[in-house]
């Protein structure tokens, strides 16, 4: 069966950190751009961040640049994201999703770009 199962959601305070991860089975996230999505209540999902197949490349969207990170680990097949100076409003369900198999070095927020998606997982911020 092939699936992405997010981990690493929860509840931090403003200023915390969380490193979310996003890990596939059945298939190889090897040559494939990874993207990281969230959706808070009312809100339409966003496109957060993005790595390149080979992992060259990152794309964040301006809201988290120098708060967000994002890597792959190939032997685990996984990608995460580190969150770090958390606020109220990156409060969402996030969601990870893994592009097509390419040899090019693209990353894209269009969500139909995407074909595999996870179940989510949920970052809370408060105090």
């Known amino acids: 069966q092939l699936m992405l199962v997010e981990s690493g959601g929860g509840l931090v305070q403003p200023g915390g950190s969380l490193r979310l991860s996003c890990e596939a089975s059945g298939f190889t996230l090897g040559g494939r751009a990874i993207g990281w999505f969230r959706q808070a209540p009312g809100k339409e999902r966003e496109g957060v961040s993005c790595?390149?197949?080979?992992?060259?490349?990152?794309t964040f969207v301006d809201s988290v640049k120098g708060r967000f990170t994002i890597s792959r680990d190939y032997a685990k097949n996984t990608v995460y994201l580190q969150m770090n100076s958390l606020k109220p409003e990156d409060a969402a369900v996030y969601h990870c999703a893994a592009g097509p198999p390419t040899f090019q070095a693209i990353c894209n927020n269009r969500e139909d770009f995407y074909n595999y998606w996870g179940q989510g997982t949920q970052v809370t911020v408060s105090s």
């Open positions: 790595i390149t197949s080979g992992g060259g490349a990152t």
